[in-house]
């Protein structure tokens, strides 16, 4: 969250789980695996897998936009693969500007 020195754990809500599509469903499970990969620095994989649930999402009739977190997710990707974060970076990002 903008504003705030301290990582502060956030989520996306998609829908109920009820009312989640197979589409949803099977892109918060990419989404967990890549932000696992993103976290260990694999960030080609991540990468790659952070970009699946873009399109996954993209396909789904009832998403109502893109999927910006993952969209998101796969620019710090890019960033991390040009210059990778210190030794000290626990997988947190310092915002400076409202994101979303």
Known sequence: ??????????????????????????????HKQAFELYRKRNFAEAKAIFEEVVNLMASNSSASSVDRVAK???????????NPPPDSWDGSEKLVKKAF
Do not use: M
């Open 1 to 30: 969250l903008k504003g705030r020195n301290t990582p502060t754990r956030t989520w996306e809500v998609l829908a109920e789980l009820q009312s989640a599509t197979s589409v949803q469903i099977e892109a918060v499970k990419k």
């Open 72 to 82: 998101h997710f796969v620019g710090l990707c890019d960033q991390f693969l040009e």
